[in-house]
């Protein structure tokens, strides 16, 4: 049976899309816009802690006094309401992360299917920023009592029942067994191979011993023990074999993409749990310092398919995160009703819009009585753990990141508690693992207000929905540490808005414009559910799997997943009540046809201003064209199709130009003639006959069949004129 402290609201596949959001504006008001303060009293009914950021196992405080951030507040309303407004899965608000899994739980699940497939050993290794795997093939299998033989010590001894410390975390690491081994020359020298004596036809491993006199040899490498060699002969024994590299055949590339994907499988650089892999902090250093890393691979061609530093080292999902969401988040760039309240940035940072409502600090105003320190984990499950955190639809067959339709279990919300009682997790023993904090008791009251300015009437009732689950009785939030346990349960009482009805049903009639029967609606029901106290039993048990029932819920008649809220045991389903009157409908049916016509008729505008750039996109082109080119009629075509372009002055002096220059090449042959003749008559050699020589060329190029109209000709002319002149004086 699977039980869980939180639980998920699903996603909606239609998504609101107001009609104003794009004439938001900070400066030019709404005709109905409205600006104003709402003040909101927040009274803890359970235990509340909120880390300080400079003492975080204290609540946060300033000068001794306690507070809620307005960064806490905001966040918590801002997620209700994207869910009561059918809003987007912002692709800012989630890592599109490729999660990894390692599933032994059957021999024939995925997991263990791909892994079936050819895996080879080899060297990661880092040449500037990229990533390099020597291909050392296929790899070989040699026990731990050979490696007594071949090293000269007592390896095997330490990972036998009895003297291995399964409890110990560092004992199970590949770091523990090189330090075993230390200054140990890791070349052996191997026997023959040989297959698997009792299980031959379908193992198919290959085996060595240690031979002093052997002709082949390799490298010794080593991975994690996760548990202890009983050697009682039968199969599940644990691990007693390490492996054997071969000379590499090559080097094969690493694409950022695997590079990446095997990064976030051994949580990279992580402080919080998870925490980095303890083996991959070993051999990332190594990495970082030009040395080679041994890593178990699978391969496409030259390419590494994926990688890991065990032979059934975390495979890699076909899909990410992102996949799992409706493609309708993704496939209008339109503001849904959250962005265009609360604003946002893009994740890029390329385009912002800034919020229309403040929220204030939240101070403690009455019953702040810190509570004992206490130490609680807060671990949960990756979302890699299909059973919860992918939708399932029976349970016979389930759906993971491998399958191409799967689809995200929802919003992840956390069920309100029972009582102002917490839970404890269950102690470990382990004195590192947890998170220490000290809370306030039940009963502090907070106060604060939330300015806004601008805001619709429908986006005001949106508000006044999510901070009151829409007008809905005995209804909580929670915020802050340790949800999951029952801390941080709130209630919230708002002054300074009369007839919050109104408002509220005004949100209402808009988005039932696109949202048919909202209240009614699966994601409000399952909100709405998980925001009031329920008597929880069974599978419904607000509590964490222990660490055995993770794997056990994956297989045989245990096998199981978790159901939406209002499947579980003993959970009573709530919806909305509808603000609606039979008069609202009616008046519903008439905004819903202006709707449609006002979406038409943008529609229509859109597609006209798709022309218009169109058109306007062509005529720059057609300019830039026109710029370049050498034709002058093609210049003149564009002067006239468009005559009041604001680059004509430019094609008109590029004309004159072009003009000039054409005439320059027209005349440049006649030219050429014409100044080898002017040069003749100048020849010293011929001085005698220059007055003779003159009077001809004057005749000659003065007639319009000889100059043509080449201007440079005539200027000759005229200077043999002037001297024809000056040689009769």
Known sequence: MITAPYNFVPLNKEIFYPSWSEDVSHDVPFEDGESGEIEITITARSPIF?????????????????????????????????????SKMRAEIFDDDTYAVRDLSKADNFYMSEMKKPTFGGWLKKIGNEYKIEDCGEVGRIRHEEIDKALEVKFSKHFKQGAFQETNQEHKSSKYKYKLIENKDR???????????????????????????????????????????????????????????FASKGDLSVSKEVMDNFKFAYFDKRTTEPKESPDWTYWKEKLENGEKVPVFFQKNGNQVKHFGLSYLYKLPYTHSVKDGIPKSHFENDD???????????????????????????????????????????????????????????????????????????????????????????????????????????????????LRYHN?????????????????????????????????????????????????????????????????????????LSMAIEQQNQGNSKLKYLELAEFAKNKTGENKDYLRNYTSLNNIKTVAATSLLSKEDKELLKIRKVEQEKQKAQKIEAKKEQAKVDAMKKEEENQLKDALECTNIQTIKNFILKYPQNEGIDKLKHRITILETALQESKFASLNQEVQKAWDNIHNPAYKSKLKSALDGFIKK??????????EYILELVEKAKLEFKQGNR
């Open 50 to 86: 909120i880390r300080d950021h400079t003492n975080p196992e204290e609540f946060c405080q300033h000068n001794g006094e306690y507070y809620i951030p307005s960064t806490s507040v905001k966040g918590m309303v801002r997620n209700v309401l994207e869910i009561m407004s059918f």
């Open 187 to 245: 070349v052996i020298k191997l026997s023959e191979s040989f297959k698997s004596k009792t299980n031959a036809k379908y193992d198919n491993r290959v085996f060595y011993n240690y031979d002093k006199n052997g002709k082949k040899e390799g490298i010794l490498v080593l991975t994690g023990q996760p548990t202890p060699r009983k050697d009682s002969g039968k199969m599940g024994d644990g691990k007693g074999y390490e492996f054997i590299f």
């Open 335 to 449: 503001l849904d009703l959250a962005q265009t309240i609360f604003g946002y940035i893009g994740k890029n940072n390329k385009e912002a819009l800034k919020g229309r409502v403040q929220f204030s600090h939240f101070k403690a105003i009455s019953n702040a009585n810190p509570l004992a320190p206490r130490k609680e984990i807060l671990g949960t499950p990756r979302a890699s753990y299909y059973p919860i955190y992918v939708r399932q639809i029976d349970g016979k067959r389930y759906a993971t990141f491998m399958d191409d339709y799967f689809e995200l279990a929802g919003r992840k919300r956390y069920p309100i508690h029972n009582s102002s009682q917490t839970t404890k997790t269950t102690d470990t023993g382990n004195d590192n693992v947890g998170t220490s904090f000290t809370p306030l008791k039940d009963g502090v009251v907070f106060k604060g207000k």
């Open 455 to 527: 805001l619709k009437k429908a986006e005001l009732g949106a508000i006044l929905s999510a901070l009151t689950f829409h007008n809905m009785p005995n209804t909580f939030h929670n915020i802050g540490l340790a949800k999951s346990l029952g801390y941080g349960k709130i209630q919230v009482k708002i002054d300074g808005i009369k007839e919050i009805k109104r408002y509220l049903k005004e949100f209402e009639l808009t988005i039932e414009e696109q949202i048919a029967d909202w209240a009614q609606t699966m994601q409000i029901k399952e909100l």
């Open 701 to 710: 190029y003065s007639e319009q069949k000889n100059h043509k109209g080449s």
